[in-house]
């Protein structure tokens, strides 16, 4: 069983940053892929960015690529999204995630490969 929770979500205006945190905690977590999703209201639920906990391999959507950087700090037990450049359209739930099975250099993207998820934390860009 993995936990997580989310925090750093606010509201900014356009062309401000952000950094999301997401504590992990659990059995064997540091196997894990780790993963930030986004929903938007009446949207389907997007990937936006992940990274292998070992070895550190990440893989960012197009749509946030140059602005959103994701990284882990093992010490902590946290995986970081720090946003920069956010735009309007960026507004929506932010949701930490965990997947398992996955080696090498395969990043999953999609929603339903994730076993664990946060409970989400709302970001609000304003223009």
């Known amino acids: 069983q993995v936990q997580l929770g989310e925090s750093g979500g606010g509201l900014v205006q356009a062309g401000g940053s952000l950094r999301l945190s997401c504590a992990a905690s659990?059995?064997?977590?540091?196997?894990?892929?780790m993963g930030w999703f986004r929903q938007a209201p009446g949207k389907e639920r997007e990937f936006v960015a992940a990274?292998?906990?070992?070895?550190?391999?990440?893989y960012s959507a197009d749509s946030v690529k140059g602005r959103f950087t994701i990284s882990r700090d093992n010490a902590k037990n946290t995986v970081y999204l720090q946003m920069n450049g956010l735009k309007p359209e960026d507004t929506a739930v932010y949701y930490c995630?965990?997947?398992?099975?996955?080696?090498?250099?395969?990043?999953?993207?999609?929603?339903?490969?994730?076993?664990?998820w946060g409970q989400g934390t709302q970001v609000t860009v304003s223009s």
């Open positions: 990274i292998h906990w070992i070895g550190g391999r990440t």
């Open positions: 659990g059995r064997a977590f540091s196997s894990y892929v």
């Open positions: 995630a965990a997947a398992s099975g996955y080696v090498g250099d395969y990043v999953p993207r999609i929603a339903d490969q994730y076993t664990y």
